[in-house]
C-alpha cells in the first residue's frame, strides 16, 4: 500500500542525513581576535590562546559508511515505486535489469560466452545479441535457461562488485541494488540489508493487465 511505502521511506530517512559533504573536512571562520580555551592543566588552571583564523573540523572516518540495500519483489510487486522513492531521498540506484543489458553487448567476455554457448544464430544483423533469438532458445527449456544464467549472473555480480567498490571510495552513504533475482542469483552477499516489497497477488495480477494492455 501507499503507507507501507512511505513507512519504508521513513525508516530510510536516517541514512540519508550521512552525506558525503558531512565526512568531508570542513573549514568554520572564527573571529581572529577570538580566544580559544585549552585543555586545563593538572594543576587546575586554564589556559587561554588566540584561536586560528580557521579551525579545521575533522569528521572521523568511520562514520563514512556506504550502505547497499538490496531491493527485491515479485512482478508487479512495486520495485520500481520504492526505488523512485528512495532515490529521492538520496540512495543511488543501481538497476540489475540494465546491468543485464550491459551483458549481452558486444565486446565483453559475457557477449562471448553468450555466443559460443548458444551459436551465432542468436547474433543479429547488428552483431549485437538479438534477445528474441536468444529467449527463444532458452525460455520453456529450463535447462537451457539455467545454463544461460550460470553465464550471465556471475558477470553481472563481478560488475556489480566492481562498481559498489568505487561508490564506496567516493563515499555514497547509501546504494539500492534493485534486482528481481536477488535472492536466486545469489547476490545477497554484496548487500548489507535486503528490502522485500510485496504486494497482494490479485493487485499484482491487476496491474500486470494493465500494463501489458492484456485482458482478464
Not at 569528521?59 to 522513492?85: C, D, H, R, W
Amino acid at each position: 500500500s501507499v503507507g507501507q511505502y512511505f513507512a519504508t521511506a521513513a525508516a530510510f530517512a536516517p541514512f540519508v542525513r550521512l552525506t558525503p559533504a558531512l565526512l568531508r573536512d570542513r573549514q568554520t571562520e572564527r573571529p581572529r581576535d577570538s580566544l580559544a580555551p585549552a585543555c586545563p592543566t593538572p594543576a587546575g588552571r586554564t589556559y587561554f590562546h588566540k584561536a586560528p583564523d580557521f579551525r579545521r573540523v575533522r569528521f572521523p572516518a568511520e562514520y563514512a559508511v556506504t550502505i547497499v540495500i538490496g531491493l527485491t519483489g515479485g512482478i508487479a510487486s512495486g520495485k520500481s515505486v520504492v526505488s523512485q522513492m528512495l532515490a529521492e531521498r538520496g540512495a543511488l540506484i543501481i538497476d540489475a535489469d540494465k546491468v543485464g543489458h550491459e551483458a549481452y553487448r558486444r565486446g565483453n567476455g559475457c557477449y562471448e560466452a553468450v555466443v559460443e554457448a548458444f551459436g551465432t544464430g542468436v547474433v543479429g544483423a547488428d552483431g549485437e545479441i538479438d534477445r528474441k533469438a536468444l529467449g527463444g532458445k532458452v525460455f520453456g527449456d529450463p535447462a537451457q535457461r539455467e545454463r544461460l544464467e550460470g553465464i550471465v549472473w556471475p558477470w553481472m555480480r563481478e560488475t556489480m562488485d566492481k562498481r559498489l567498490a568505487q561508490i564506496r571510495a567516493e563515499g555514497t552513504p547509501v546504494v539500492v541494488l534493485e534486482a528481481a533475482v536477488l535472492i536466486e542469483a545469489g547476490w545477497i552477499p554484496i548487500t548489507d540489508q535486503v528490502w522485500v516489497v510485496t504486494v497482494a497477488p490479485a493487485i499484482a495480477r491487476q496491474r500486470v493487465i494493465e500494463r501489458n494492455g492484456l485482458t482478464a
